[in-house]
């Protein structure tokens, strides 16, 4: 089993950035397919962003392309998201999301090894 656990989360004004991270425990992490997910009140939880194992392959949802940048440190079981040019539209909980898969076969399609307790994101306009 995977322990996840993000932070990085809080209040940002429209058009700021914001720097989420988790780090992951119990399990070969360079095996693990990472992703980060959003989830708004009430509604199922959507695919935000998602890099494979080594690092060399990146995935974004089409609200992320060009605004944030996923990124992951093997050395360290750390993976990242940048955020950048935030509006009201990407207020929401953001959970840390892992996979021994390669992406696009479970984890963009939410079937997930395990998750982090989530990291709320507030944008303010």
């Known amino acids: 089993q995977v322990q996840l656990e993000e932070s990085g989360g809080g209040p940002v004004q429209a058009g700021g950035s914001l720097r989420l991270s988790c780090t992951a425990s119990?399990?070969?992490?360079?095996?693990?397919?990472m992703g980060w997910f959003r989830q708004y009140p009430g509604k199922k939880r959507e695919v935000v962003a998602a890099i494979e194992g080594d690092g060399g392959g990146t995935h974004y949802a089409a609200h992320a392309k060009g605004r944030f940048t996923i990124s992951r440190d093997n050395d360290r079981h750390t993976l990242s998201l940048q955020m950048d040019s935030l509006n009201a539209n990407d207020t929401a909980m953001y959970y840390c999301a892992a996979d021994p898969s390669q992406c696009r076969s479970r984890l963009w399609l939410g079937y997930v090894l395990g998750w982090g307790q989530g990291t709320q994101v507030t944008v303010s306009s």
């Open positions: 119990g399990y070969t992490y360079h095996y693990l397919c």
